[in-house]
T-cell receptor
Framework: DGGITQSPKYLFRKEGQNVTLSCEQN?????MYWYRQDPGQGLRLIYY???????QKGDIAEGYSVSREKKESFPLTVTSAQKNPTAFYLC?????????????FGDGTRLSIL | RKEVEQDPGPFNVPEGATVAFNCTYS??????FFWYRQDCRKEPKLLMS???SGNEDGRFTAQLNRASQYISLLIRDSKLSDSATYLC???????????FGTGTRLQVTL
């Protein structure tokens, strides 16, 4: 079955710690995206990547980093510089860099501070 | 004005009722939108697209009113399983940016 797999489902971060969220897709999609969702707010774009070895900042990239070494993988690192990391993180992918819309979302990672 | 604005609800309706909610947008150049459905603590899933000609899929009808800059979602014969948050999405933006509304929560009751 094709799809997007995010792991872990739940993650806890200690103060000063970097944590990495995994996102893998086997849909052969070119573009991948990371969103953050907070209660009462819409999804906000953190980073996106249209092709391998290239990525762009979204609206709220500060305190986050990504890499795109393989087409199927787009991990997100939440660094210690992100002072309010508690949120629901969603990864998405689309066939082309034109995301109208990203058709596929992973089932998300919930990150909390210990 | 927010780029995409939705009434957060909740809209509480009995099973079998017809319910409609709107989403207003600020980008007058936008010509298409999308409705996503998001269940509690789950990922959003594409429900339907909305173009100027509107769209109907079973019990769901979406309309775009460009003059007044809003889109609507009408659900007929509501089912308990329709209970979810409905997100309005404007895909017309700078490269690769989708603008999500905050969502409207629908609760269908017996």
């Amino acid at each position: 079955d094709g799809g997007i797999t995010q792991s872990p489902k739940y993650l806890f971060r200690k103060e000063g710690q970097n944590v990495t969220l995994s996102c893998e897709q086997n849909l052969n999609h070119d573009a991948m995206y990371w969103y953050r969702q907070d209660p009462g707010q819409g999804l906000r774009l953190i980073y996106y990547s249209q092709i391998v070895n290239d990525f762009q900042k979204g609206d709220i990239a500060e305190g986050y980093s990504v890499s795109r070494e393989k087409k199927e993988s787009f991990p997100l690192t939440v660094t210690s510089a992100q002072k309010n990391p508690t949120a629901f993180y969603l990864c998405a992918s689309s066939m082309t860099p034109d995301p109208k819309p990203p058709q596929h979302f992973g089932d998300g990672t919930r990150l909390s501070i210990l | 004005r927010k780029e995409v604005e939705q009434d957060p609800g909740p809209f509480n309706v009995p099973e079998g009722a017809t319910v409609a909610f709107n989403c207003t947008y600020s980008n007058s150049a936008s010509q298409s939108f999308f409705w996503y459905r998001q269940d509690c603590r789950k990922e959003p899933k594409l429900l339907m697209s909305v173009y100027s000609s509107g769209n109907e899929d079973g019990r769901f009808t979406a309309q775009l009113n460009r003059a007044s800059q809003y889109i609507s979602l009408l659900i007929r014969d509501s089912k308990l399983s329709d209970s979810a948050t409905y997100l309005c999405v404007d895909p017309t933006g700078t490269a690769s940016k989708l603008t999500f509304g905050t969502g409207t929560r629908l609760q269908v009751t017996l």
